[in-house]
């Protein structure tokens, strides 16, 4: 589905990512983890093109898209849910996912499948983003993303700063867009626990590079204390 292959990126001067190979399976859910400032987020600015490799290749889906303008690959069925959600606060949840069906030339209204995802922000249509707790407008974004109905999702760190009871949830929900929809995940995630619920393969980044992959069932302690306990 995603193949990344020798990706090199710099900001300005700092060489950030260091011959980043990365497959992402169809159909299942791929974890890049890592202690924070190892490239996590930067690896998926790079696929979704809002920042750019110096060298690599990026094939999705059998085509090559590392030349591609970010609009593009959103188009070509790459969605995105940002570090840090980055709603609209002074829009309501209605009008922030509005905002993403209209950007949206196939979709003139909002999914049905999305909404009933999220019964909580059916309930909460008339909420201003800025007033919903952090997990709820977790799922707010999560939402929006779906709206164009992506084939890979990427979400970056969907459990920061949320209750356990909505964690438990996001995971539930990231399970059944891949396996009763069969959409493709790229999770970045620190927390083990809901690592282990959600995903079937990972990646562990340090300092840029590529460390350690498989199966999640192969992650073992040893690793853990290698590269992800601090
Ligand atoms: N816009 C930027 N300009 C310059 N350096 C950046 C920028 N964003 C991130 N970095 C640096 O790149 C490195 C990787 O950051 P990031 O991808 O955010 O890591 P992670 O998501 O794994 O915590 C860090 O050293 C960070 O300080
Ligand atoms: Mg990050």
Known sequence: MLDLQKIDQ????????????????????????????VGKTTLLKTIMGEEIIRSGKMIFDGQSIEGFKAFKR???????VPQGRQIFPRLTVEENLKVAFEANAKQRQMPEWVLS????????????????????????AIARALVSEPKLLLLDEPTEGIQ???????????RRLIDERGMTVLLVEQKLQFVKQVADQFYILD???????????????DMIKQYLTV
């Not at 959103?74 to 995105?80: P, R």
């Not at 300092?207 to 192969?218: A, K, L, P, T, V």
């Open 10 to 37: 710099f900001y300005g001067d700092s060489h950030t990512l260091w011959d980043i190979d990365l497959e992402v399976k169809a159909a299942k859910c791929t974890c890049l983890m890592g202690r924070n400032g």
């Open 207 to 221: 300092r840029g590079r590529n460390q350690i992959n498989g199966d999640i069932e192969s992650l073992n302690d």
């Open 164 to 174: 356990p009871n909505i964690v438990k949830e996001i995971g539930e929900v990231i």
């Open 117 to 140: 995802l999220f019964p909580i922000l059916k309930s909460m249509k008339s909420r201003l983003g800025g007033d919903l707790s952090g997990g709820q407008q977790q799922q707010l």
């Open 74 to 80: 959103a188009g070509l069925g790459i969605g995105y």
